[in-house]
């Protein structure tokens, strides 16, 4: 149950605003230990202003009137909502046991005049048959109603069949129900009154409304349902519940329930856990608070301060006949009618049956006992353990043993009083509260001194059910209230019960229990002395004038008093008799005005108070330009974070943060998580940031950086850097995914954060497009369409990124390859034939070097990819290396040739060469689509398929036909596939050595790519004059397979490994000499 069970956490105002950057930090958790004494008046905003709500928090007064009404579905009861509910109309006093008369007020709300002339009981029912309102007329009201009631908290029951086959199926809820329900009450109440609540749930339907003056102080107002009917969570039983916070101060719990039905024990085990289920499953949603700051996870019951549970608990009476029952009662209702009614005699009639039975019962017990023996005592020790369980009687020997004899052992035997007290202790739901089986945990009820609710004829006003089933009465309809003052006193005695039970197993354990038969063993004991300790001292255990007094979850101190609890039984238009509780609730409201001024006050207060001995730094950002005619569309002179100015890919650049310590006191600070949302990365700084505090490097991913100790004056440097070469932030970049637009935040322990904005403007690049769009790019590069404003830019706010206009708008195609495939393959191959000549002028051959044993042998015959074998690459992993191969991407994206753009580097031949083999991988492996496509894949693997199931041999020849008649469907594709194939051929020739003779020079670059051009031109490969070497040739065929080619993502493992072998087949296909196959 409640008391046991794990709550969800709830986060106050004070908890949440540490979650807040900037906010104070908690100064018990950061200062050191020698420090804590000096500061120990040190407190939060929330809680300083918590200490002078005297000075923004008033009183007020509310009087909350809780209805509860099983409606069985019977039509026009609405009519009569207004006059029992609102009015306080339809109660008998004679049968209500209460003196209402006596109100306060004096005779506020009934003078023995008024009822006087109240209409009799014969005139009302007579009325009941012409479906009229059952209300008795001239009634003045006995209960305090109208304008007089703060809040009105109406909870109904089977508003419609919860038996019906229709209700049960039905897919929602039909709104018309309720719509009569609100229409009845918007008519009976007073002008002004609002509905602030409603919620249903099938056949349960609870609306509260709020008084003009108390509904502006409604806040928080959240509702849920839980469903325990049918399979244990069908709607025709469970709950509907609602949860408000008056004044931002007090909260408050309405739990409007119909539990099962039933009066045997499997009936009762079901109430008891559709209970349990109500209580477990109800979630509000989270509370914000006056700054707007929520709770991370919603309330549930439990959490509130003042709790009330209403509705049709359907707990019956145990253990007694309901013959009795209904005689008993039935003597004290006939005293409303006069005997010539028709009720009058239906009432004799019920009596004298019900009397008759009892009478028998008690000659058959009393003939039993006179002959005795021992079953004649097993029978009656048996009906007396039945009778007078969980009663409030005394069990020894003389307990009166049938309902008769405990009437007749009372003062009063004639008393409705006396004999409803005779009743209760067979109450289902107390004897349940009493064992700690449900709503035992704090829950409480007013005093019953009003007739069982259930069950009467209907149109009765004290017939009960004279049907065939002749169900006995019961208090099935309840009201029980819990303040959280209750709930922690009932989970604080559970607590000692626990201590208490485990001392007496150790003391049992440690043989302490038997300490009394050893005489060595002398102890004083005092049972009236023990367990009090006259230091302890506990808020709940004061009942004196403070009684009533609970302190709120918010620390505030509200009254409640319950006035009213009775039953309208004047209220004819049910089988139950609606019942309500009239409770009188103090609680402190927060007037927003006054606690605004308070806040501003206290918040100026602190600040004045923490400045002087508050850490303080000053962060000084390097305004950095890399020339006077960079511009972007963001000025630097006016942004004022970390402007890193134009990034492109592969480019590294720099910016310097200066931290002085400008306060009094040492000040230590750290770079710390800051909040990011998806896709940005998580940790210090964005990962495309490398930082650098005082020389030492701190991981953008960490959570924190270690701690940087500053005295007054002192300063620390801190280096930002950006090299973006990830490709998959590059990506994101080129797509607009992500922006160069982060935040990096300083923590200053003690002090207060300081947040430092970063932001670039990217450049896009050429990698990682496709080659369709990459044929379709403008001359002059990526980045002249980048500079290209779109027509609705005249409303681009100023400081914002242009973006570049969407390839996908399908430009022309202008080129038969990508530009930059043709640049990089160009000049790869011209500086290969270029360190090749070189190498042979400066190395003249000599047959007697081993290929692999001599350093002087040349690379290519070390490593048969050369040049794009990756052991080539001896300066990969210098900055050099990088730097150059941004600048050679760079000139990609611009269009400019590559050999002007790395000569200013001063790298050395063999070094461009090895950068450019580099960058032509990468660029074919981002290659999104390949070269040779999934689709185009497929094509060439089924045409090598049927060559290989052929019986007859296919030539080498014809297989590259076949293969090139298949790529030739994708035009941009088989000209880049010539062009990539072209260029290894010619290094291939230039590396074996077997297109030129001793004395021949090698090709010339321009007569190189005339021959490209007239060759992409054709579309086709000519026919290889010259074989290569078959294993220089493989190695190739390795190297390029991967990034060329693109097979399926959904391949097996088995079909990868194939496709893997095949793809190397394919290529080396094409650098064998003619005619192999």
Not at 252 to 269: P, Q, Y
Not at 331 to 343: F, G, I, P, V
Not at 668 to 675: M, Q, Y
């Amino acid at each position: 149950m409640a008391g046991t069970r794990s709550r969800a956490s709830t986060v106050s105002a004070t908890s949440l605003l540490q979650d807040v950057p900037g906010a104070f930090p908690d100064r018990n958790s950061s200062l050191p230990e020698n420090e804590e004494s000096a500061e120990s008046n040190f407190v939060s905003l929330s809680q300083a202003i918590h200490a002078r709500r005297a000075d923004y928090v008033r009183p007020k007064t509310i009087r909350i009137k809780i209805g509860s009404w099983n409606v069985a579905a019977y039509k026009g009861a609405e009519k009569d909502v207004g006059g029992w509910f609102v009015e306080g109309k339809g109660v008998t006093e004679e049968l209500a046991g209460l003196s209402v008369h006596d109100h306060e007020n004096g005779n506020r709300h009934a003078d023995d005049e008024g009822m006087d002339q109240r209409e009799d009981v014969a005139a009302q029912e007579a009325r009941y048959a012409k479906k009229q309102s059952t209300i008795p007329k001239n009634d003045p009201g006995s209960l305090p109603g109208n304008d007089e009631i703060g809040l009105y908290v109406l909870c109904l029951q089977e508003v419609v069949d919860v038996n019906s086959l229709t209700e049960a199926i039905r897919p929602y809820t039909d709104p018309s129900v309720a719509g009569r329900w609100k229409a009845a009450m918007a008519a009976a109440l007073p002008p002004g009154y609002c509905m602030v609540v409603e919620q249903q749930l099938i056949g349960m339907l609870v609306l509260i409304y709020a008084a003009p003056a108390v509904a502006k102080d409604v806040r928080s107002v959240s509702t849920t349902s839980v469903g325990t009917g049918i399979a244990g969570y069908g709607g025709n039983k469970g709950a509907v519940t609602a949860r408000i916070v008056l004044g931002e101060t007090t909260r408050l719990v309405f739990v409007s329930c119909h539990l099962s039905a039933g009066a045997d024990k499997t009936a009762l085990e079901r109430r008891n856990w559709d209970a349990s289920q109500i209580i477990s499953r109800t979630r509000f949603e989270p509370i914000a608070d006056s700054m707007g700051l929520h709770q991370t996870t919603g309330e549930q019951i439990g959490d509130e301060d003042f709790a009330f549970w209403a509705g049709d608990l359907n707990y019956r009476l145990e253990g007694i006949p309901g013959d009795d029952v209904r005689r008993l009662l039935m003597l004290h209702t006939r005293n409303e009618y006069d005997l010539s009614q028709r009720s009058a005699r239906k009432i004799e009639k019920e009596l004298a049956s019900a009397t008759a039975s009892v009478k028998r019962r008690v000659e058959d017990r009393l003939s039993v006992s006179s002959y005795g023996g021992s079953d004649a005592s097993s029978i009656a020790s048996t009906q007396e353990q039945r009778l007078s369980e969980d009663s409030h009687a005394s069990t020894d020997s003389t307990a009166p043993t049938t309902l008769v004899d405990e009437i007749a052992a009372s003062d009063d035997p004639t008393s409705l009083q006396t004999t409803l007290a005779s009743l209760l202790p067979h109450d289902e739901l107390r004897q349940q509260m009493k064992l700690r089986k449900a709503f035992h945990d704090g829950w409480r009820e007013g005093p019953i001194t009003f007739l069982p609710t259930y069950k009467y004829d209907a149109g009765s006003v004290g017939v009960f059910d004279s049907s065939e089933k002749k169900r006995a009465p019961s208090w099935c309809d309840r009201i029980l209230y819990r303040t959280r003052r209750d709930r922690l006193a009932y989970e604080s005695k559970v607590k000692e019960e626990e201590q208490a039970r485990k001392k007496d197993e150790e003391m049992k354990a440690s043989g302490a229990d038997e300490a009394a038969d050893d005489e060595q063993i002398l102890y004083d004991y005092d049972p009236d002395a023990d367990g009090v300790d006259v230091d302890d001292y506990d808020e709940y255990d004061d009942v004196g004038e403070n009684g009533n007094v609970v302190v709120t979850k918010e620390g505030f101190e509200d009254e409640i008093e319950l006035e009213y609890y009775t039953a309208h039984q004047r209220v004819l238009s049910s089988d139950h008799k609606p019942l309500d509780a009239v409770f009188r609730l103090r609680y402190d409201c927060v007037v927003p005005e006054l606690k605004a001024k308070v806040h501003a006050e206290v918040a100026k207060e602190l600040d004045k108070a923490e400045n002087e001995t508050r850490p303080a730094v000053t962060v000084v950002v390097d305004r950095h330009r890399d020339s006077i005619t960079e511009q972007s569309d963001a000025d630097p002179a006016t942004f004022s974070g970390v402007w890193f100015s134009d990034v492109r890919w592969g480019q590294a650049k720099h910016r310097y943060l200066t931290i002085a310590n400008t306060g009094r006191v040492s000040a230590s600070f750290s770079f710390v998580e800051r909040p990011v949302a998806a896709p940005q990365s998580s940790g210090i700084a964005p990962k495309w940031i490398n930082m650098k505090i005082k020389d030492e490097y701190a991981a953008s991913s960490s959570q924190k950086t270690p701690a940087i100790v500053l005295e007054p004056g002192e300063t620390a440097s801190v280096e930002l850097e950006v090299r973006i070469f990830d490709l998959h932030t590059m990506h994101d970049l080129n797509e607009g995914l992500q922006q160069l637009d982060d935040i990096l935040v300083l923590r200053v322990e003690g002090g207060r954060d300081h947040f430092v904005p970063v932001r670039g403007n990217w450049l896009d690049n050429t990698l990682g497009r496709s080659l369709d769009k990459l044929t379709r790019l403008p001359e002059g590069g990526i980045r002249k369409l980048q500079r290209q404003k779109p027509a609705s830019s005249k409303g681009t706010p100023s400081g914002s990124q242009v973006a570049t206009p969407s390839l996908d708008e399908q430009p022309p195609v202008r080129f038969s390859a990508p530009p930059a495939l043709l640049a990089l393959t160009a000049e790869v191959e011209r500086l290969s034939v270029r360190v090749v000549a070189e190498w042979d002028m400066i190395h003249p051959p000599n047959p007697e070097h081993s290929i692999t044993g001599d350093n002087n042998s040349p690379p290519w015959k070390k490593h048969l990819a050369w040049p794009f074998a990756e052991q080539c690459w001896t300066e990969r992993t210098t900055s050099q290396w990088e730097e150059a191969l941004g600048e050679a991407c760079n000139a990609l994206d611009l269009g400019k040739p590559l050999e002007a753009c790395l000569m200013p580097l001063g790298l050395p031949t063999m070094q461009r060469l090895y950068l450019l083999a580099d960058l032509l991988l990468l660029f074919l492996r981002t290659m999104p689509d390949g070269i040779i496509t999934t689709e185009l894949w497929r094509e060439v693997d089924e045409c090598l398929s049927e060559s290989e199931k052929s019986k007859i041999k296919i030539q080498g020849e014809e297989q590259r036909m076949s293969i090139q008649e298949v790529l030739s469907q994708a035009p941009s594709h088989s000209v880049s596939f010539v062009i990539v194939i072209s260029m290894i051929e010619r290094i291939l020739q230039e590396t074996t050595g077997t297109s030129v003779g001793k004395n021949e020079p090698p090709l010339s670059p321009a007569k190189r790519m005339g021959t490209l051009r007239r060759m992409t031109g054709l579309g086709k490969l000519p026919a290889a004059a010259v074989p290569a070497s078959e294993e220089a040739g493989r190695a190739m065929a390795k190297v390029f397979a991967g990034v060329v080619v693109r097979i399926p993502e959904s391949a097996g493992e088995k079909s990868r490994a194939l496709w893997d072998r095949r793809k190397v087949e394919v290529l080396e296909l094409f650098l064998r000499k003619d005619g192999e196959g």
